[in-house]
């Protein structure tokens, strides 16, 4: 089994920061795309950004220039820095391990965390 943990959500005043971080555990080989994923209450789950193993990022437009996306593949650990943080930006933050994911036990698919919550008042 892959546990995917993700800590660093909280309350922050609008043009603050926060670093989100997750950890993925379990008999893991390798992940090839992480990534982190936000949803509101009534709407669907959306990208926020993803990067590969390679460290190919791709962010959705909306955070383009002000939220960095990294990752410690030694640690199997996502990073999620958040700058110039707006109302908007308020959701629960999703990790994923997205895609085929490689451990001992054979391949898996689609690994999530449970979310962090990010609240920002304006």
């Known amino acids: 089994q892959v546990q995917l943990v993700e800590s660093g959500g909280g309350l922050v005043q609008a043009g603050g920061s926060l670093r989100l971080s997750c950890a993925a555990s379990?008999?893991?080989?390798?992940?090839?795309?992480m990534g982190w994923y936000c949803q509101v209450p009534g709407k669907l789950r959306e990208l926020v950004a993803t990067i590969t193993r390679d460290g190919d990022a791709n962010y959705t437009d909306a955070v383009k220039g002000r939220f960095t996306i990294s990752r410690d593949n030694a640690k199997n650990t996502v990073y999620l820095q958040m700058n110039s943080l707006v109302s908007e930006d308020t959701a629960v933050y999703y990790c994923?391990?997205?895609?085929?994911?490689?451990?001992?036990?054979?391949?898996?698919?689609?690994?999530w965390g449970k979310g962090t919550l990010v609240t920002v008042s304006s």
């Open positions: 994923v391990a997205e895609g085929v994911v490689k451990t001992r036990d054979g391949y898996g698919l689609d690994y």
């Open positions: 379990g008999r893991i080989i390798s992940i090839k795309t």
